[in-house]
């Protein structure tokens, strides 16, 4: 598994299972000559047309977030790639408490650990909020009350 990320967040990147990891400040993996079965994209730095020209024949490519413009571009490009270059594109859309329950279950059994960040109590969301924006998290930021 390979993660992308910039310099100070690749450590965590390898400690949660990426073999191999990339800063994106410096490299560009979609102009790699690498093929991935899968590029899971949570931030969108590069366009859907970019991911896809990185994907092996039957890949996938999934958008998790990102701008209104490479949302677009898996909604109407997605389609057209299935069909003529047998690669996929969607769009991962968040459905309340599916799966909770086998989520659950990896957490309780240790499969699956939350990279946590930092905490903040619900009195300094803002602060929290500005943390974030700043893009600087390494795992979640937690608002406890």
């Not at 960040?117 to 406890?144: F, H, M, S, W």
């Amino acid at each position: 598994m390979t993660g992308v990320d910039r310099v100070e967040k690749l450590g965590m990147v390898a400690s949660i299972g990426a073999d191999r990891v990339i800063d994106y400040t410096h490299e560009d993996f979609t102009r790699r000559g690498e093929g991935y079965d899968l590029i899971l994209d949570v931030a969108a730095h590069h366009s859907a047309v970019d991911c896809e020209r990185a994907l092996n024949a039957g890949g996938t490519y999934t958008l998790v977030g990102g701008s209104t413009g490479t949302i677009l571009q898996v909604v109407f490009l997605g389609p057209v790639m299935a069909v003529t270059r047998s690669k996929k594109m969607s769009l991962l859309m968040h459905q309340p408490n599916r799966d909770l329950a086998d989520l659950t279950q990896l957490l309780e059994t240790g499969q699956l650990s939350p990279v946590i960040d930092r905490c903040y109590p619900l009195t300094q969301v803002p602060e929290a909020v500005r943390y974030l924006g700043e893009g600087n998290a390494r795992g979640k930021v937690v608002i406890t009350v």
